[in-house]
Each structure stands twice: as structure tokens, then as C-alpha cells.
């Protein structure tokens, strides 16, 4: 009875001490909110963003901390392959790394060349790593990227985030991307992905890398969304400016809210917010190739505007109306000749032609990449402007009236 | 050996077969000789100072030998009455025929074996019953039914050469007043309580229930205490099965002392072993009365306002009379309300160690970062910290308890500053804890039943280390044989986790919502046999549509 | 021994917690990719009938449970050689569902404990509810259904608002027909976990009305295909059908996808325990079926039987030396050569000596 009682004491200890290996304590735990990946295969440098808590928080009482301290910590380790960069990490870094909030993910210039799929693969089979990171990818390298701060926010890789979630809100030019959306695109018949890029504008941007950053009311050099990656297969095959990403946005529906500028008829400019858009996009096969027939459909309201035409009137707004569809058009074709140029389907017209007649697919699929390159568009916009705001006439109009100006 | 020992206690007790636990009794007969008598009572108590005697002699001989004596406990028994009994034994004694007797060696005389009655005519004792102006008057024929009487606040009368005793039960002596209960008190509802005195108690609920199928059956428990203890039920309502279990359990009980009802409510519950309390006790009659109508059985027990309830299920203990005295809506979310905050107390604080030391990746970014910067501070793990404080929680609470009430408010704000505000500030804690460790002790005490809030108490315990060692992984292999064993749980035959599993849907209505009055028309199945309908269906209150719309009739009919 | 009686609804409510347990685990009918819901709705028409075929044996013999079936009508050896079979059949299911609940909760939960101890604790429980008699297990699942059913109706709330859904993942709808490929899927699909539900034959005595008992087992268990089906689908109508197909725990992926800012996020973790709570009610009820079986066999008590029983799963469960191994044994070898025999085969067999030898022997 004894022996029995000492055996189960001794198992209940061993049970109850062995979940110890999983155990971690708050105060050991490396939050990172932004990573990111410079290198090529078989040779990659990971850098990481932490944030120190105590920076942002005192332990008691709750105030932010003040400015001496930046609010994260970044470097960067390197191995042979993605894993390993990281796990290396541990002989700089006090504190184990923990992805679990890791929202930002950059991809250096180097390593988008070069080919992600294995990026890929890490994130999938990994159980911290969360699919939902929204990738970017950086025009230098991802270590200038992340080693930069956002003022007046104290942690650059949430701002990072807000700036993405705001964007595609706001101005929905660059459509941000998951991981998990790299990965099904990647592996539809589409083969293709875009990915918004990222840079720094302005000059001395060390001093964005210290707390100097807060204490200029204007920072010499921020970081800023500039373009769009295009990636075929695992390969970035080339950019977009934010003209064109503005076309591929509209040709993906991602259009929730833009503001657009346009001319009038005699070059005045104006300013139309959309606040509703809905395109669809289907390739329909015609006699000679395919065709891509978009119909566009777009409500929203004037803001601003220089405009000599009647607006009150109905006509007046018509013609408006025809002038912005005449600019969306542009834009869509703009971005449309991009997408050409580089045979990248990001549009995932391959898969919508399998999913419609898997056949038809079946017999295009060698040829497709000549088919994409020489297809048309047929274009169809139809804008309405739905309110005009509080003004009537356009002040200039008013003065015109009023004073003769021009 | 522990094997052995352990075989011996956790064996079920049957019927106590002749041996009773306390001295062994011997049953003297009432001696005929009444000086006898007398001697050996008083030397039976000890001469105990507050036991009074006397002897009343007969003013027709002249012997100077009582021929009637009174005996009494001082302080047992209600004086008013006692006088009247008293002047009525004084002028007995003094008409009596009978002459009083010296006191011989303790066997009768052969010649006086006729009870001493005088040439025909009544003895003494005959004379006595006659007019003593009592209705409960009981013959005692032993010694130690006679002290049993006495002891119980019964004035007992001897009278020569009699063999028997007559005693009259006049209970008094200064007793606690009927009063709010001090544990179970409500806002709107009655304001009585049990008290002490198993009389008023048995009365309360009599005046709840004036009908003839209330019984009750009173038994005396305790070799040393005997303890009254009354069994009540409802006659056509309780199940005859239970309530042969009831008593068949208080029957067997042997034991030389019953204080409180806690004391038979351990001896007769199922499930001894386990935390979960299989028997409800209670306070206030109207809950007594309500759960009689339901088909459960009462127990009461002299000497504790604590009256006790089975068979019941998980349920009702978060269920308070006031659910029943307020509007049904409100009932219904505080019913609710009560459960949701059972859990938080169960597991509150073992889920805040278990996210916060394995599963981060539940809590939002912000929330990660306040917590992480409050715990880059204190010293020590996240388990042993909620130890701690739960600990000293529960040390407060005891202290609380003790104090006098004088000091009682100076302390509790000590021990809220102590340990809240100083130990957050000196580094020791983090804010969080206390806060957690705080709402879940203040959760604890909505639960209307203190057995229940024990019972959290101590697996709260058990649930920390299991999610401190292994997550929430360990919560639940922690909480699954916890419901298991509930389920498994049966209170006097009733299955404990009634009326989920097995699931009864006509009970449903009253178990964690409130239906309204009118629409409770059965009794809950398993607890009430047979009888099951409370009230006639379609009980919607009768709103008459006329009175609304008596504005075209009201101008003839002018009131004078 | 218990003679508890258990009621219809009770076995109802288990059958469809034993059903749902582990299924919503894996992928099923990934091999089709996206008509995954054709595969299980298919697979679930031909469950429908080894369904029928075992309630057939139940009515026939009603008071007899699984064993004294065989005991009766194939007579006493052959009948407990089959019995041992059923025996080890169950026992094996219960190690392997043993060995995949330590490996999501090491996938999971607890990463850094080693595999033996969370199996052990498993077991533990699981051996704690089974010591109780079997009317508690019933009343368990009864306890914990709302729990499950909140969980998940939750879950498919969460996915649908989160926009995660794309509908295009449906298409191209049989895109080769109905080939060899979609018919082993259906196969697969009959044994797991369709045909599990033999296990039920040594349950069906203790149910206490008799009347509409097999009209409700068969809704419940049409209802359970639909959701089943659905919540298959929903896997693939998030991740994509490719990427489905290829992830190992595919619904945990999805849950981990959904992201309510600053609310919700990582619901992963719960949701392993709504899983954890389905493989414990699969592992509870085998584990019952095994050792009333060995009751029956040699009339030493079933309790007795727990503690051997269980060391011996417990070997079992970690006779795969890795996860790999492990799923192939599972999905393609037993699932193929031993579960029809113990699903299908027997019991046909068994039901056709029943009737054959309705005259000589007259229901119990």
C-alpha cells in the first residue's frame, strides 16, 4: 500500500510538472509585431520586430512611457533556411519570439526575386505563425524597412497594419494580401499574386531609426506605400505605379471607397468621392482570343469643385458623370496594359474559365500566357454621382458670375 | 493497515442492532415508596443545583412524609404554567386521603400493593390527572424516562406508593424571538426565521400549510443530546419511497451527540465523499413550506434555526425564495445570472493563468502588451502569484468572520489596502491578479447556498494547479470528471443534474428561468410522485376587456 | 452491473456527439477536393444502409446487446471468437482516437509536453467516466450537447461574418464525374466515420422506449450527414480546395483565419477543446464497448477490466513511431482491410444467421 501510494505521488508530481515545457511566462515572451526576410534560398536573414512593453506601459499606474525608449526592438539573424534564421535568433535574444500578434510581413527585393514558396510553407505548416499576416514587400531590403518607426505611433508594425486596414478602406489602391491569399492564389490555376510594395521617401532616415523621430514635428523621411509587386509563380516578375495598382484594383472589385479627380470638360478639376463600387470581370471567348468584358458600376458624391458647368442641373451632373467614367476607363485600361505587359493573371481569370467549363480550360491551358497577352478589353463604366454636397454651383462658377473672373 | 482502516470507515452503516453509543441504560422502575423515588432522582442528577424537588404533604393525617412531589428542571420550563400546575398538585396533596410513608428500604410493602388507595376512592396519582390542567399529560413508569422528561422541560409529578409518573411538558425558559434570518434574507417576502425551539419551528411552517396532509414525525437522535428531530412531508405529495429513506437514514443514526442539523446532514447525505452538497438547508420557513409543496421532505432539529431539505438537485441551489416574490423577468435574468457567475468563480482564475501562461494568443494585442508590461515586475509565476492572493483572500474572509464587530470595518479596509493597492505598487503582485482574485471571491457569494460556494471553493483550488501545470488542456480534464461526477450524483433517488440529464422538459420551467405563476402548472417529475398537478391550466390572469373600455358606459352610471 | 434503463433521446444525443466527435478533424473526401460535400453526402447515403442493417439486428433481439448476440446465434465458441475480435476492434479504434488527441494537443495546445502525459490524463478521464456505469456516459453527453451545439453554430457565425467564404471554391463542380477516384473517397468515408456506429449495437438494449426509437436515430443521423457535409465544405470554401486537401488539421486552419480585430482573435485554441470534446465522447463509448464486451466474455466485471484494458491502449496508441505513419495506418490500411469487416461484414453475417435461424431460435 505504501509503494502504491508513493508510485501515484510520484506520478502525479511528474504529471504535473511535465506541462512545464509549454509554460510561458509573460515576462520571458519576445512579442513580434512585424518580420521580415532578406536573403535567398538557402541562405536567409530574418529580421524581427519586438516590442518592449515596459516602454509603452509601467507596470503599475498605466501612463505611457516616455520618448527615451523606443517602443520596439529589431534584429535580425540568419541561418540556411527560414526556421533555422529564426531559432538563431536565441543566441542574441534574451527572450523567446512570439508570433501569435505578428501582423506585418516584409519580403526584401533580394528574396522576392529570388522565389517565396518556401516562405510559404513556413508559415502554413508552423502553428504560431498566423496566416492572416499581411505581406508587403520592401524595394530595398525588409531590415531598413522594419528597423524604421512610424511617428507619432510608437509601434511601427501595427501602424504598419492600421496603414494597410485605413488604405484599403479609404483609397483602396493597393489591396492588401494575406499569406493565406498569396498561398490559394498561388496554387489556383491562376498561378499569379500582387502584393502591395513598400519604400522610404524623403532623406536621413537614420534619424527614423531612434527616438529622434519624435522629436521633429516633421520627420525628414517616412515609410510609404508605393506600388505593386507582381509575382509569377514564386518569382516577382515586376512592379506597377499606383496608377496602374489603382486599375487592378478596380478590375478585382476591391474599389470601397477612392477619390478621384477629374477634369471637366474645360480642363477644371474636381474631385469625386466613390463610396460604392461593383465591377465584374468575365473572360468570354470570342473569335479570335478572349475578350475581357468589364462592366463597372460606381455611386459616390462630388467634394470639390472648380466645374464651370451647371452641376444643378441634370445635364450638368450627366456630363460629369461621362467625364469620370471617361477616367475610371483610362485607369482600368492603364492598369489592365500593366498586367498584359508582364503576363502575370492576377485577376484569376485562368480560374474563372476552369471553374465556368473545366473543358474549356483543359484545352486553352497550354497557350494560355499568349491567349492572356493578346486579350481585349470591353469596357462598360456606368458612374453616378449621387449627391453633390452642400454647395450648389461651383464657387468659382459663382465668382464668375458675380465678378467676371476666369 | 490504511487499506483496512480506509475499508472500515467508508463501509455503509446498517441498522445499529442494540448497541447504542453513551452509557448503558438502566431502567429502574418508579419506586413505590416516594421518598425512594426522590433519592434516587436526585442522586441521579448529581444533586444538580437547578433541579428542584418537592414534596407536598396531606392535610388529612398527620404524617409529615410527602405524599406527592414535583420535580422540574429550573430554567426548562415556562413558570407561568408551572404555578398553575404546581397550586393544583398543592391542593391535591392537601384533600388527598392517602398518608405519606417514611422512607423504607425500597421494595413495597406486601400489604400496599393496591397503589395505596385508602378504603376505596382514587389514589393520589388518579386524583392528581384528574385535575391537573394540562392536555398532554403522560405516564412515565422508569427512572430515566422520568429524567428524560425533566431534562426535555417537562414538570414530572410522583406520587406514593404509585408505580408510575405523571409528566407534563410545559417547555419555556427564555428563548430566542422569532426574527429575520440572518443568512438568507430578502427584500420583498416574509421575515420570519426558524429559531432554536423546535415547537415554534414545527408551529411556522404549520402556518404555512393548514392542511391535514402535512405530517410530522418526531424522533429523538443523540444518546447524550436527544436531540428532537422532526421529519415533515406532505402526504400524497412527497414520495412514500423517499420518505421511508428519510427516516430509514435518521433511524439508523447512532451517535451520542446531534448539535446542529449539519451534524445528521453529513450522517444521511449520498455522496458523503463528495464536495457537492447533496442536501439543502435553509433558514426560512416560506422555503421550507415551498420546497414541501414540491414534493421534498424537511427536516427540523431542536436547537438550530437550520432546518434541512431533500432530496435536491444541482439547481435548486441557485435558486432563492425571493425568485418567487419578484416579477418573473427579473427572476429569470438573476437566476441566470447566478449560474454565469458560479462559473466565473469556478473559473475565472484558473482561466486567466492558463491564457496567460500558454495560450497568448487568445488575448488581443493591447490587452498582451498591458499584461506583459505589468508582469515584467513581480517575481513570481503566474500559479504561485494566484495562489497567494487567493489565499489571502480566504484568510481575510476568515478573519472577517471572527472579528468583533466594533473592529470589523477598520480591518477590512486595512486588508483592502494591504493587500490590494500596497502590494500592486511595492511590485509584489500584478494588477490583474487582484482584480481577478477579487471579482471571483465576490462572484463566490452569489451562490445562495453557502454548501455550493464551499464546494467551488475548494475545486477553484484543484482547477488552478490543473490549468497552472497544463493549460486549458488541463482545465478541461479538470472539468470533465467534475461533470461527470455531477451527472453521476443522485440526491435521496432524484439524479442530481435534473432537469438537463436526463432531460425533463416540463421542469424545465422553473430551473433556470422563472415561468411565470400562472404558467406553473406541474410539479417537478422526479421529485414529486405521483401528484403533479399544482394548479388548473390556463391560469393567464383574467384582464377584463370591458373595464378598459368603460368610458361609454361611465357617464350614466355616476357613482353616489 | 447496472440494469440502468437509458432514454431514446439520451442515445440520440450521444450518436450524434459520437459522430461529429472527431470527423470535423480532418479533411474527409479530400481527395475530390471540392466535391468533398458529394463524397460525404454519398458516403452518408451508404452508411445510411449499414445503419439500417444493424438497427435490423437490434429489433430483431432487441434485449440483447452486441456480444450476446453472437454468443446466442453463432454459438458459444464461434460467438466469442467474433466477440474477442469486436473486442480488440474497439479497443483498438479507442488507442488510435488515444494517439490522435495526443497529437493535436501537442500540435495545438501544449507543444512542449511530451505526448505520454496528455494521453495519459486522457485516459484517465476517459477511464473515470466509464467507471461509472454507462447510463452516466449517456448523461454526460446529454450535460455537454448544448455546449457543443453553441460552440459550433458559433463557429459557423464567426466564419460567415468574417467574409471569409468563397463561394467560387465550389466550382467546378464534378469536374471528371463520378470516377474511381470520388468512389474510394465514398469507401474511405463509410468506415470513417459512417460505420463507427457498430459500436452502438451494445447500447441499443438499454433504451428504455421502444416505439419511435429507430425513426429518430435515423433523422438524427440524416441531420448529422447535412452537417457533416457542411461543415467539410466550409473548410474548403475558405482555404481553397487545394490548399484543404493539404493541411492537416484543415477547420482548425480556418478558425485560426478568422480575425475580428481587437475582439476576436486565434479562436484556434477553443476550438481544440470543442474538439477534445467529440474524441473524448468517441473514446468513452469504445472504451464502454470494450469492456462490457469483456464482461461478457468471461463475467468478471467490467471495472475490473479498466485498468488492464486501458494499460493495454495505452501501449497501443504509441505503436506508431510518428504522426505519419501513424495516418497512413489509419486512412489507408485498417480503414480499407479491418473496419468493413467489424462494420459491415460481421453484422451482415450476423443478421443473416439471425434469420436463418429464426426458427430454431426464438428471440429472447
Redesign the interface.
Known sequence: MKRITLLLLVMAVMVLSAGCGSRRELNELGLVIATGVDGSKGNYRITSQMIIPSALYSGSGGASGTGSQTGVFVFTSEGHTVKEALDRSVLKNSRRLYFSHNNIFVIGKETADDGIYELIDSFLRNLEARETVKVLVAESSAKEILEMLMPPEKLPGKALDDLLNKEEKVESVYKAVTVHEIAYMLSSEANAVSIPEIRMEGSEEEDLKTSEAFKRTAPRANLILSGLSLFRGEKRVGSLNEQQSLGVSWLMNQVKHQTLSFDGSREEMSSFVIDSAKVKVTPVKGEEGYILKVRAKANGGLRESNSMDDITDPKGIKLMETEIEREITQIIQEGWAGLQQQKVDVLGLADKIYRRNPKEWRSIQPQWNEQFAKMKLDIQVKVSIKRTGLFGESFRKLQNKLHGEE | MLNKWLKQVLTPRTQAAGQKAGTPSQSLPVNKNLLVSMELLRSKLGRSPDFVMRGFTSSKGDSPYPVLAVCYVDGLVDHMQLTELIEAAARTAENSLQNGREPSGGEPDEGELDEGKPDGGESVAEQLARSLPSADLQKKATLDDVIASVLSGSVVFLADNTSYALSVSIPGGLRRSVEEPTSQSVIRGPKEGFTEELSTNMALIRRKLKTPDLRMEVRQIGTYTQTRVAVAYIQGIAQDSVVEEVRRRIDSINTDSILESNYIEEMIQDAPLSPFPTIMNTERPDAVAASLLDGQVAVLIDGTPFALLMPVTFFKFFQSSEDYYQRYDLATFLRVLRIMTFLVALLLPSLYIAITTFQQEILPMTMLITLAAQREGTPLPALLEAFIMELTFEVIREAGVRMPRIIGPAISIVGALVIGQAAVQAGLVSGTMVIVVSFTAIANFVIPSIDMAAAVRLMRFTLMILAGTLGLFGILAGMIPIIVHLVSLRSFGVDYYAPYAPFHKSNMKDMMIRVPIWAMKTRPDQIAGKNRTRQAPYQYPPVEETLLGSSSQGGQEEPS | MSQQKI?A??LVVSLILFEVGSTTLFLQGGGVKQNAWIAVLGAGAAGALVLLLHLAIHRRDPRLDLFLLFHRYMGPWVGTVFNLGFIAYFAYEMSRNLRDMGEL?M????????IW??A???LL?VA??VR?DWR?SF??????FPIMVASYLILILIIFLSGLIHY?FL??VL?NGVNMDMAKEVMKLVSFPFGETVVFLVFYPLIQQRRSVVRNIMISYFGIVLFLAFINQLSVMV??P??AAN?TLPLL?TV??V?F???F???D??F??IL??GL?FKMVYFYSGAVIGLERVTGIGYRKWIIPLGALIFWAAFWSPNYTHHIWLGREIVLFTIWPVFQIVLPALLFTVMLLRRNKIKPH
Open positions: 432514454r433521446s439520451e494537443t500540435l495545438t495546445l501544449l507543444p512542449g509536453t511530451r502525459i496528455t495519459l490524463i486522457t478521464v473515470n467516466t461509472h452516466v448523461l454526460t453527453g446529454m450535460a455537454l467560387e466550382l467546378p469536374e482555404l481553397g487545394v490548399l493541411t486552419e485560426q483565419l480575425q480585430p481587437g475582439v482573435e486565434r479562436m485554441a477553443l481544440t477543446l477534445f470534446m473524448g
